[in-house]
């Protein structure tokens, strides 16, 4: 698939999101559509606009160039759109929500009027009530399109067309493993316990519940000098830093530390 991100300066919701909205011909269509929300309520546009112009005032650094908005696109091969239904392009959207940050607000409609199938996203430009900004750095997208890709090939290999190598060395995989994954269509060992350990680590609200979800999925901690470092599956270790979710880790025992400092405050 390809991923593509255009940042929007003004302040245009409307603009984007009757842009992206089915249109007035393929409405009766109703098997192949839906919009897709999250963090936003009601049915209107005129609802949706009021919550992204709410959303958008809280934002903590204001300044002359700040994106305001996303439109975000999601694309297949026309060559796989045989194999794409409305139910696949859902679940796509949500996998993407999910790897994208949860904090945002979005709306999100299939377009099946091409022959390349492809997904639309209005994203706001700061998280859902903490004026956070959504940026991503150039090495969270790159993260981001391959999280998406390994996700494509390991839940819907039939989408053979739609495989894009993403940059080298960047991408934090091997050149052989790339090229195996291309030819079976099914995601390596390696590249299955990465996205294993990444969604629980989603899921995790401490370190303890990271710790008892990773057993619960068979996969057993190590430690060096007595600091988590990764994980061991059928007698291999994995460590975390080599997987590419080392960040993801750390976020979570800092994240603990925050909270017993916090605590400490209270008393």
């Known amino acids: 698939m390809i991923i593509k991100i255009k ?22 269509k109703r098997d192949m559509m839906f919009i897709f929300k999250h963090n936003l309520k009601g049915n209107r546009v005129e609802d949706w606009l009021q919550q992204f112009e709410e959303n958008e005032s809280f934002r903590i650094h204001k300044r002359t160039g700040n994106t305001i908005l996303t439109h975000e696109i999601i694309s297949f091969n026309a ?5 794409i239904d409305v139910e696949m392009m859902r679940d796509f959207t949500k996998k993407y929500i999910e790897y994208r940050g ?30 956070k900004a959504m940026r991503l750095s150039r090495k969270e997208f ?9 996700y494509q090939m390991q839940k819907y ?3 053979q067309h739609s495989i894009v190598r993403h940059g080298g060395k960047k991408a934090h995989q091997k050149d052989r493993e790339y090229q195996a994954q291309k030819r079976s269509g099914q995601a ?4 299955r316990i990465k996205e294993q350990v990444r969604d629980i680590s989603l899921r995790a609200n401490s370190p303890d519940e990271f710790i008892n979800l990773l057993k619960n999925q068979n ?17 291999r270790k ?30």
Not at 188 to 191: E, V
């Open 102 to 131: 949860l904090r945002g607000m979005y709306i999100a409609v299939p377009h099946f009027d091409t022959d390349n199938f492809h997904i639309h996203l209005c994203c706001s430009g700061v998280e859902y009530r903490t004026g």
């Open 142 to 150: 790159q993260d981001l399109k391959i999280r998406m890709q390994e």
């Open 79 to 83: 060559e796989d759109s045989p194999h």
């Open 219 to 235: 996969l057993k901690p190590y430690y060096r000098s007595e600091k988590l470092t990764g994980v061991i599956s059928s007698k």
């Open 7 to 28: 940042a929007i300066k003004s302040p245009d919701f409307e603009r984007l999101i009757r842009y992206i909205l089915p249109k007035r011909h393929h409405r009766s």
């Open 188 to 191: 390596s060992k390696r590249t």
């Open 238 to 267: 994995y460590r975390f830093k080599t997987l590419g979710v080392k960040d993801e880790i750390e976020h979570i025992f800092e994240r603990e530390k925050r909270r017993s400092l916090e605590r400490e405050i209270d008393r």
């Open 157 to 159: 290999p039939q989408l």
